[in-house]
């Protein structure tokens, strides 16, 4: 049996591309522990809000590091992600009081400016955003499935060759 060129793994670069962007992703949401977030049809701080960064923060970071080693649970984490984002935003994108209040607290930080915005343009702008970045999801989602083999253990390679 020959040996498999670990360059020739198919979706490895888009993989960890994948992976050095999610981790920065889980460094973002550390980053921002305190900032409210829209959850559960209201905007919510402090404990509730640092959960929640916590949350996608160790989400991300195993999607990473999942990604980055070839390892199983990087497919678990990207499908777990696209679950979660969905259910996340879809509650967001159904209410739009929450919508309303989440933004017009993220442009209070502009003030006067701020005051000029169409709040209906922002919305519809945030909502037209959510559906795209749901839709990314599910499609790396279905990239991963669909490369899935990239997760098994390469026959005749080495553990510390994929690395």
Sequence with gaps: MSKVQVGKIKGRFTFRTAAVLFLISAVFEVLNLNVEVPLLGTVRGGVPAITYHLLYGALFSAA?????????FGYTAVMAGAVLYTVDRGLLLFDHTTMEAYLSGQLAAYGDLAQIIDMDSVIALTMLASVLFIAG???????????????????????????
């Design 64 to 72: 990473g590091f999942g990604l980055w080693q070839a390892k199983r």
């Design 137 to 163: 999801w599910w499609g790396f989602a279905l990239y991963t499935h669909w490369r899935r083999a990239y997760f098994q253990p390469q026959p005749g390679v080495a553990e510390s060759e994929t690395e």
